[in-house]
């Protein structure tokens, strides 16, 4: 008994070690006092700066526009790469090629990002960033769309096209419902990867703009303040709204999919049954 009991350990000990330091620095955040270091008293003091800080306040509605358009990208384009990577092309070497920024290093790719856009002569702004972070999270939506789309049920694609339904119809009745679960958990990803990512960001934005995670380390080369924490708590809550968000979503989408398969195969064998019985008054006729 005492070793089950032991076996715990390591398990709560690993979810301590993961947000302990979460929920100091929310705890903090709330601190009265100069000092990021030592809770003095509960204010929200460092809420009611951060307000009035317009730096903060315009890199955080860069971030939510960077975040937003970047996931619409990567939504879209991964789903399409996925698909035609689970379902038109069998390569391997492919394969790798089109998750390769998913494991490349956020420096590589920004410094590659930043020399494309130069020879095309884009001018840095909040549109390359999204462009940048939407072929970067991209892979991210492919790799969990594939996922699902290897477990879902092709026979009813092939029924589709048997019964004269064309690619775009069969796409968008058949196996976007059964994706939906995976498309949503994709975007969710892309959209949290954007919103604290900062290596890429920092390389493809320019002078004239900044997003969130710019601002929080210029701050931060003076020093943790409580100011700072109290900005980290405010994108720790975004992000677990996004997460919650994203879970019940998910739910929704699994609970149509579970639906979905079920209305193909009626409409399947009510064409079925229609055509048996045009070949049969046709037979009848001669």
Sequence with gaps: MRRA?????????????????????????????????????FSLKWYGELARDERVLD??????????????????LGTLLAVGLARHTRSRTLDAI???????????????????????????????VVLAHGLF???FVAAVVRTRLTGS???????SRDLGA?????????????????IVA???LAFTLSLDEFVIAFFTIGNTEQTLPIVIYSMIRFGVTPEINALAAILLLVSFTAVIAGQRLTKIGERESNRTP????????????????DVGEKRAEN
């Design 5 to 41: 009991r032991l076996l715990y350990v390591p398990f709560w000990g690993t979810y301590v070690f993961l947000y302990l330091p979460i929920a100091v620095l929310v705890v903090m955040s709330f601190n009265s006092g100069e000092s990021a270091y030592t809770y003095e008293g």
């Design 166 to 182: 064309g690619p775009v119809q069969t796409f968008l009745r058949i196996t976007l419902p059964q994706l939906m679960p995976g």
């Design 98 to 128: 089109a998750l390769m920024p998913a494991v490349l290093p956020d420096l590589v790719l920004a410094i590659g990002l930043l020399l494309f856009y130069g020879v095309i002569q884009l001018t840095l702004g909040l549109y390359s």
């Design 186 to 188: 994709g975007a969710l």
């Design 153 to 159: 049920d092709t026979s009813l694609e092939e029924a």
């Design 59 to 76: 890199g955080l509605v860069n971030t939510l526009i960077v975040a937003a358009g970047s996931t619409v990208i990567a939504t879209v």
């Design 137 to 139: 999270s991209m892979a």
């Design 262 to 277: 079920g209305a193909p195969r009626e409409a399947i064998k009510v064409q079925g049954e229609a055509d048996s019985t």
